[in-house]
């Protein structure tokens, strides 16, 4: 079982950026397929990025294509989610997540390691 640390939330203003990093332990991590997801209070935990074992293929949810860029780098056990022009409603807890699987998936059900979460609110 993975052990996952966020970091790199905090207050952004509308408009700007911000980078996420996300370290993992506790096991091969370059067999991992890997997750971001927010949840907003009160919604639901929603997909946001994921990114293959070597890094070569990624999936964006629709609502952040063409703002968001996920990277991984094995040799650091690190994997990241920027995201740009951030927007007031993206406020919420932005979660790293690791999954066994080969193929990249949308659904929580398929990770299985999850980090506590790095709250980013953004502010207009």
């Known amino acids: 079982q993975l052990q996952l640390v966020e970091s790199g939330g905090g207050l952004v203003q509308a408009g700007d950026s911000v980078r996420l990093s996300c370290v993992a332990s506790g096991g091969t991590f370059n067999t991992y397929i890997f997750g971001w997801f927010r949840q907003a209070p009160g919604k639901e935990r929603d997909f946001v990025a994921s990114?293959?074992?070597?890094?070569?293929?990624?999936m964006y949810a629709d609502s952040v294509k063409g703002r968001a860029t996920i990277s991984r780098n094995n040799a650091e056990n690190t994997v990241w989610l920027h995201m740009s022009r951030l927007k007031s409603d993206e406020t919420a807890v932005y979660y790293c997540?690791?999954?066994?699987?080969?193929?990249?998936?949308?659904?929580?059900?398929?990770?299985?390691?999850w980090g506590q979460g790095t709250q980013v609110t953004v502010f207009s």
């Open positions: 997540a690791a999954g066994t699987g080969v193929e990249l998936t949308q659904q929580l059900k398929h990770y299985a390691d």
């Open positions: 990114i293959s074992w070597q890094g070569g293929g990624t």
